[in-house]
Every structure is written in C-alpha cells, then in structure tokens.
C-alpha cells in the first residue's frame, strides 16, 4: 500500500494484505498472519480484541501486547476481562486462561495461577477463584488465598469476610 503524500505505507513484502483494522495491516506470509509493523508473521491467526491481540498458533491461544508476546500459546481459549474500579476507571486488563476445562489467571502482564481453579470471578473488588464449590481469593498484591470458604468477600484493602460451617469471620492476606 502506497500513499502518495506518505510513501509506503505496507511494503511489498507480504503475500496478502487481509484487512486494516486500527492496529494496523493484517498480513499474511509464508501462510502466517501478522501485523505489519506491530506483530510478525508468526500465527495461524489473530483476533483483535481490547487493547491486545488475542493469537492462534497451532490451535493453542495467546496473547500479543505492546510489541510482545506476553501469554505464549499453549490455551484452549482465553477471556480478555476489563477491570473497573469505583470511579469506573479501567486499573487492570484480567485474562482468563482455560486449559482442560481449568481456570487459569494473568493480571496486565504477569501470570498469577496456573490453569488449576474451576472458575475465576470478577465479583464486588474481589477476584474470585473456586474449586470443588469452594471460594478463595487473589489479592490485590496477587496472592492467592485458596479455596476454602463458601463464601468469601472483601471487606477493605487487606481484609476479607468469609463465610464457613455457618459462621462468618475475618482474614487478612496473611
């Protein structure tokens, strides 16, 4: 693609231009998609999504991000959650991995847990974990508190009600 006023835009070095999106030309080479300029010509696919790149390689999902691959593709499926916070500001963009009908979590660019939880929940401030109809929590410093509880929820930054044999108590992140 050539822009008279601009020059090149995408140079002939691509097989197809697929289409422009806002991140730029999908393009495709040696029978892989990219973006030009932005992700190489490395996977079966790529579904643009938020602001990330959700990549297909080999049937396994992952995740490309500001010039990196930040989840490599080894997932069935992966979910890209918006966290808000009271002030409806988005502070973290949550992944959900899943991996043999298991949940697992990545928080901006870190991975939190392993694909090992039956579900992940953004619920009321918490980030909820479960297993086996238990509830546990991942902190807002990214620890896990594991399933435990039948019920759990945060009451301020570092302090959590949880509900067990029909009594409710409190537990810090310690």
Known sequence: IYNIHKGWIVPCLYEEIIKETKQGYVVKQNGLKGIHGLIPCAYDDIIL???????????????????????????????????????????????????????GVYKNDHKICTPIYDDFIINEKSHLIKLKGLYGIITDNNKIIEPQYESIKRLYPEFYAFFQSGKWGIIDES
């Open 49 to 103: 999504e938020n602001s990330c790149a959700i990549v297909v390689k080999n049937n396994r999902i992952g995740v490309y991000k500001n010039g990196k691959e930040i989840i490599h593709p080894a997932y069935d499926k992966i979910e890209c959650l918006l966290d808000y916070d009271e002030h409806y500001i988005c502070n973290n963009i949550i992944y959900k991995t899943y991996l043999n009908d298991k949940v």
